[in-house]
């Protein structure tokens, strides 16, 4: 684990990174160009991406949120590795020998960290962030674990809700006065307790009006996250 750069459908990975909020083509081809090289741990390849490339600390920590970094560890766990890399090594002019030496520090701080991941919540706001999208994927969780990933109050309150084990989207109206007894926000995980169908309403000549058709309603939820 964490001895090559990362290479699993190496051609769709670094496709794919041009398309990512806030990276490019050209930081892509340049990371690929890193894919058949060996490094012992994080500090390695962050020291060479760095002073060999033209990525930088912010297109670093997007796509380390992402996963893009997994074969070295958790992401919250590589997120730490990269504060203290920018903190020790950002200034390229330092002398070859005083870089050398401070990369052996962090090549120390990394290996002595829990391999931690960040927050579910935090994850799949960085995914809708960076992505546009949703991905993570969660197959032991239960059924009616979502997560909160639009909210429109134009009028009554439209939800999408991401089921986060399977990846299927629910789309639901909630009553304002519903929400008001348990607020929840963007990205909030919340268990699903009961949902509810009613028919829906249209204004006609003046006065509103039920329709035949359906629509789905979350009527009792718990926020875990």
Known sequence: RGDYFPDKDANAIYKGIGSIKFLNARVADELYELRGNKYGNFAKLLFDAYNNTGVNFKQLKILTQLNFFDEFGKNQKLLNVIDVF???????????DTKQKRLVEI????SLLD???IGLREQIKAEVEYYGYEVTIMSNLPKGIYSVTEIDTKYTPKIKLYRIKDGSVLNV?????????NNFELFNIIKINRTQEQNKKRLVDGKWTELDEKELFLTSWDILK
């Open 115 to 117: 391999d931690k991941a």
């Open 173 to 181: 109206k909630c009553r304002e006065r519903d929400m008001t007894n």
């Open 107 to 110: 090549e120390k701080y990394e």
């Open 86 to 96: 920018e903190n020790k090594l950002k200034n390229k002019n330092l002398k070859e």
